[in-house]
């Protein structure tokens, strides 16, 4: 069996790496070679009156004798022919020369070592992002298209790359994925064991993005089953599919060939209406759809009377359209979507992002 394959049940944890030159590796470990070598050479030097050199009885080691003891003893050749003789020397030796010997030995096959230990670091490294980052987090099933810009808005929005996880079975798709820091799990989401890994129990979002409708469902299904509280965002292909979808658990569900169809005809209708449309789903310039808190000075008034361009209000979890008799003065714990400009301009400000006193602060006081 192959190291690297993976049972479909178990996806395989992806981190993404520290890319380091290699220029940079290399003269680091030389430099702590050199700093081994010449920092044994300078100790040996120091206490060159407790070593014997049976070429030359009697006689003090010059720096060039410690410099050679050094070589061979930190190569472990050892000829003999200088050898430590007083009790100090023996003891550093023992304490110091020896562990720098081994120090040296482990930096000159480094290379090898690290191919050997890379599974068990791999293993830490994991076990260390679980304990840290596996919980309140977001899980992407699909790194595609729709799975990329997803990430790409909730990165923009202010969500740590660090919170969120990635899941797919093609392994282009995960290296991918650590290119662009994200942590990946490499398996079929279908399967429990691969959702458990991607610690989908713990996760406050879901958002799922395969290609295949029937796919979407089922990985619905086992999400719900597996967290009952995660907000679940998934796409469907086809419109037909959507009562589906909610009833396996979805929260909210795209239909992508509808969106992209509608979107299609507003453009051949009206040119400049499919620019405006398309303008309001690019993230980051001109406008941008959001939700934001509803402010205290905001509180009993009409949602047409606000500075904001308001087109819907959230109240008790449901969402209502800003002309519907229900919401026509707001109140208390309401929050509002609107519409304004990406980046504030100095005659468009955006309330709500300046620290302005909340409405829902005030309750709390």
């Not at 293993?123 to 899980?139: G, I, T």
């Not at 790409?152 to 790359?161: F, K």
């Not at 713990?202 to 907000?231: F, G, M, Y």
């Not at 309401?334 to 309330?351: G, N, T």
């Amino acid at each position: 069996m192959r190291a690297d394959s993976v049972h479909p049940s178990v996806g395989r944890v992806s981190l993404p790496e520290t890319e380091r030159s290699p220029w940079w590796e290399l003269g680091r470990r030389l430099l702590l070679a050199a700093a081994i070598l010449f920092g044994t050479v300078l100790l040996v030097y120091l206490d060159r009156e407790g070593y014997n050199d049976n070429a030359h009885p009697g006689r003090d080691l010059t720096l060039l004798d410690s410099f050679y003891y050094t070589t061979v003893t930190l190569s472990t050749t050892g000829y003999g022919d200088i050898a430590p003789e007083s009790e100090q020397a023996r003891l550093v030796n023992a304490l110091v020369i020896t562990p720098l010997r081994i120090a040296f030995l482990v930096l000159l096959i480094g290379t090898t070592l690290e191919v050997l230990a890379s599974q068990g670091r791999e293993m830490f490294r994991v076990a260390r992002w679980r304990k840290k980052k596996m919980e309140k987090h977001v899980v992407v099933v699909g790194y595609g298209t729709k799975g990329r810009s997803a990430i790409d808005t909730l990165v923009s929005n202010g969500y740590a790359r660090e919170s969120i996880v990635v899941v797919d079975p093609e392994i282009v798709a995960m290296e991918e994925a650590n290119r662009d820091r994200l942590v990946g799990i490499a398996g079929d989401a279908t399967r429990r064991g691969v959702l458990r890994q991607a610690g989908v129990e713990k996760a406050t979002h879901v958002i799922i993005t395969t290609d295949r409708d029937d796919s979407n469902v089922l990985v619905t299904l086992t999400v719900r089953q597996l967290n009952p509280d995660a907000w679940i965002v998934a796409s469907v292909r086809e419109h037909e599919n959507v009562p589906l979808m909610r009833q396996s658990g979805a929260n909210s569900v795209i239909t992508s060939s509808d969106a992209v169809g509608r979107l299609l005809g507003l453009s051949s209708m009206s040119p400049m209406l499919g620019s405006v449309m398309e303008d309001l789903m690019t993230y980051g310039e001109g406008l941008e759809v959001a939700e934001r808190e509803l402010l205290v000075t905001e509180v009993g008034k009409q949602p047409q009377r606000l500075p904001d361009q308001v087109i819907a209000v959230v109240r008790d979890e449901k969402v209502y359209r800003y002309f519907d008799p229900v919401v026509s003065l707001l109140a208390r714990g309401d929050k509002l979507i609107v519409i304004r400009p990406a980046k504030e301009l100095p005659w468009a400000p955006r309330p709500g992002t300046h620290g302005e006193e909340l409405a829902d602060e005030d309750d709390q006081a």
